[in-house]
């Protein structure tokens, strides 16, 4: 139907939802997804469709990222961008292009974190989005 949910990359899972992962965070709040690419190549989408309401441009933590409401007290946040394509205030779909995959902020290498809040607090995004990312 043209509404999500969708992976916003596709790649393989190299930091699962839950677990320990020092030194970054006590517990991680997302999914790191990588496709091996560089910087800068690999489009990100959002995994359904919503409004953008925080683009941060950063070299610290989540580095740049975007946050997008979908309603229902449904918040996903992109981080470790290379680049920000979206404004806040725009109207996203899952075929539109937010940013490209980095390695900004703190940050292994190139690859995504994707995180799916649920009134504010983190939820596994398998919860949402079926199957895997490739």
Same mark, same amino acid.
């Not at 990359?9 to 006590?26: C, E, L």
């Given at each position: 139907?043209?509404?999500?949910?969708?992976?916003?990359?596709?790649?393989?899972?190299?930091?699962?939802?839950?677990?320990?992962?020092?030194?970054?965070?006590?517990?991680?709040?997302?999914?790191?997804?990588?496709?091996?690419?560089?910087?800068?190549?690999?489009?990100?989408?959002?995994?359904?469709?919503?409004?953008? $309401? =925080?683009?941060?441009?950063?070299?610290?933590?989540?580095? !740049?990222? /975007? &946050?997008?409401?979908? #309603?229902?007290?449904?918040? +996903?946040?992109?981080?470790?961008?290379?680049? $920000? =394509?979206?404004?806040?205030?725009?109207?996203?779909?899952? !075929?539109? /292009? &937010?940013?490209?995959? #980095?390695?900004?902020?703190? +940050?292994?290498?190139?690859?995504?974190?994707?995180?799916?809040?649920?009134?504010?607090?983190?939820?596994?995004?398998?919860?949402?989005?079926?199957?895997?990312?490739?």
């Amino acid at each position: 139907n043209g509404s999500g949910p969708v992976w916003p990359i596709t790649g393989r899972i190299t930091t699962q939802f839950g677990v320990a992962h020092w030194p970054y965070q006590p517990t991680h709040t997302g999914l790191d997804i990588s496709d091996g690419k560089k910087s800068g190549v690999t489009p990100i989408r959002p995994f359904r469709n919503g409004k953008v $309401i =925080e683009t941060i441009k950063s070299n610290k933590g989540y580095g !740049n990222h /975007v &946050i997008i409401d979908h #309603g229902n007290g449904v918040t +996903s946040l992109y981080a470790h961008l290379y680049s $920000i =394509e979206a404004t806040v205030g725009q109207e996203v779909t899952i !075929n539109s /292009v &937010i940013g490209y995959e #980095g390695s900004t902020g703190m +940050s292994t290498g190139t690859h995504l974190h994707f995180e799916v809040r649920v009134n504010n607090k983190v939820a596994d995004p398998h919860k949402f989005v079926a199957g895997e990312p490739f």
